[in-house]
């Protein structure tokens, strides 16, 4: 679960919200990846709650991974190498 502290609060409250919007980049060797979400059913850009966070590529491929499974989705299969086709 997300948890975030606000200046001047001492206790972190759960954030919620759905997932309205996301993008990646790559960032030295970790991944750089923007959320957007919002808690209203009709947002507004000032209800777009915006969060960075920043993984390590293996986390990555873990939540890549996670999410795979959860969507019941699996992994086009691999195209055979060069060397594969010529040697079998």
């Given at each position: ?8 609060e001492?206790?972190p ?36 709650d915006?969060h ?9 491929m873990?939540?890549?991974n996670y ?20 040697f079998g």
């Amino acid at each position: 679960m997300a948890r975030a502290n606000l200046p001047g609060e001492e206790a972190p409250h759960e954030l919620s919200g759905v997932v309205i919007g996301w993008k990646h980049r790559a960032f030295a060797r970790n991944i750089h990846l923007t959320v957007q979400s919002t808690s209203k059913s009709r947002p507004t850009p000032e209800a777009v709650d915006t969060h960075h966070l920043l993984m390590t590529r293996n986390q990555a491929m873990l939540l890549a991974n996670y999410l795979m499974r959860a969507t019941g989705q699996e992994l086009p299969p691999r195209k055979r190498t060069f060397w594969q086709r010529l040697f079998g």
